[in-house]
């Protein structure tokens, strides 16, 4: 938001295209131009580029439902004041720097997250009920103990644990329990409980309107980006960056065009005071007891999505942060390869400013060692998942060879991790130092007339 506001100041600078020509080209430099709105100014080029980076890392993310519980007597200046601060720093912005730092990151999740939402959606349900579901939309929470509720029936006609509120009685009394599986809810309650499609939608706070506009003004951004290309003009670091995150915010909205998005309060669902919760499903795994040990494994399965399997639902007073519904294991070393595929894609477009004129030398050689290290480290984390999804296939009978490849990609990824993100840093950091020294014809701007017929 910090950067977003400063493009902004930035930006009122940005007058006309048509105003006087910037300082760093020189008179000898003004044959480049056609002499009417052919240049850009430094301002405009961060503004353009700042604006759509945090479309990409700030508004296309749709985060999980984070719970809070109301506290209550509350006063003003803690409720809209200390509380708003506090999602900031503890939810909003790590999610944040996941999406600036590892942008592919984001993307496996959404698409674990889509391809768990189809497999609850074969239940006769939406896949954005799965979303819904997914993300943390329901939520327990136990009656008080004078409530009166009626126990929901099931099509065995048996009573269940889940009930109904009957009576008066203060919201603010009702104790939050946990978050709630699609184990954990008989399908004959969620029919009864759950929203329509168009209720969960208009729960978010994003429209498809929203986003189209958002997927509309990245394109443009893209677009311009190849019309420079197709005219020889030059992109600064920035804009290759920028270019980037376009490129791969494009698959994020669509695994995430139908999860409802910034979704603050979940539907509650009851059961008595004196009702227990027992969750339904596998049980998590443990972490290993020693502590090289658990921080092998939890770089490891975090890096490919697997944390899931560690979590215990109940246990939890909201839904974890990057959570997608403990998906099978073939199917989650699947959702990961394209991701991971993506991810080297993401990285070789930097590789557009391999050969651009860089204000110093180690700028330029930290720029390309970075962009090896952003193919390279996905490209493991693609064998990887090649490797997992086979020996899923294969029941666990696999070769020797088969596990010696998954463990050498264990310990690359555990390596490389630290890598891939100083390298994401460098190339931030020096897409804004550049800045400082572009070539007069990178404030050419492009020609509009060639790609339109005219006479």
């Not at 100014?41 to 749709?62: D, G, K, M, Y």
């Not at 975090?302 to 519904?325: C, L, N």
């Not at 460098?426 to 006479?455: C, E, K, M, N, Q």
Request: proline share 7%.
């Amino acid at each position: 938001m910090l950067i977003l506001i400063l493009a902004y100041y930035l930006g009122q600078s940005v007058h006309s295209e048509a105003g006087p020509i910037p300082a760093s080209i020189e008179p000898r430099d003004i044959s480049l131009c056609d002499g009417q709105n052919s240049w850009r100014t430094l301002p405009s080029i961060v503004w353009s580029c700042l604006s759509t980076i945090f479309l990409c890392t700030w508004v296309a993310v749709h985060p999980n439902v984070h719970f809070r519980p109301e506290k209550h007597g509350q006063r003003w200046l803690g409720k809209w004041l200390w509380d708003s601060l506090h999602e900031l720093v503890t939810y909003k912005l790590p999610l944040f720097l996941w999406a600036l730092l590892v942008p592919e990151y984001i993307l496996a999740w959404a698409v674990r997250q889509y391809v768990q939402a189809g497999v609850i959606g074969e239940n006769g349900w939406t896949r954005t009920h799965g979303h819904f579901m997914i993300m943390g939309g329901f939520h327990l929470f136990q009656l008080p103990a004078d409530a009166p509720s009626i126990p929901l029936p099931l099509k065995s006609s048996e009573s269940s644990s889940f009930v109904i509120p009957t009576g008066d009685h203060s919201r603010g009394d009702e104790v939050p329990v946990c978050p709630l599986k699609f184990e954990d809810v008989p399908v004959d309650i969620l029919k009864i409980i759950a929203p329509t499609e168009t209720e969960l939608k208009d729960r978010g706070k994003s429209d498809t309107l929203t986003k189209i506009i958002v997927m509309v003004q990245t394109l443009w951004f893209v677009v311009q980006c190849i019309a420079r290309g197709r005219q020889r003009l030059p992109l600064t670091e920035l804009e290759v960056v920028t270019l980037a995150y376009a490129t791969l915010n494009f698959f994020i909205y669509v695994f995430w065009w139908e999860k409802p998005q910034n979704v603050e309060c979940p539907i509650r669902v009851y059961k008595a005071s004196a009702a227990s919760h027992q969750e339904s499903g596998k049980e998590q795994d443990k972490w290993p007891k020693n502590w090289a040990g658990r921080l092998i494994t939890k770089v490891a399965v975090y890096t490919v999505g697997a944390q899931d399997h560690y979590v215990k639902i109940s246990e939890k007073h909201s839904i974890p942060m990057f959570w997608s519904g403990r998906p099978k294991d073939e199917a989650m070393a699947l959702a990961g390869l394209g991701p991971s595929v993506l991810g080297s894609a993401f990285g070789a477009i930097h590789c557009i400013a391999w050969l651009s004129e860089f204000p110093s030398r180690s700028e330029l050689v930290i720029w390309r060692i970075s962009c090896v290290a952003m193919i390279v480290v996905p490209c493991i984390v693609t064998l990887f998942c090649v490797v997992a999804a086979a020996d899923e296939r294969m029941g666990g009978n696999d070769p020797r060879w088969m596990l010696s490849i998954l463990i050498i990609c264990t310990g690359l990824i555990i390596v490389s991790a630290w890598l891939y993100i100083a390298s994401r840093i460098a190339t931030l950091v020096i897409a804004f130092t550049t800045l400082r020294s572009l070539p007069p014809v990178a404030y050419t701007t492009v020609d509009w007339t060639t790609f339109i017929p005219h006479i």
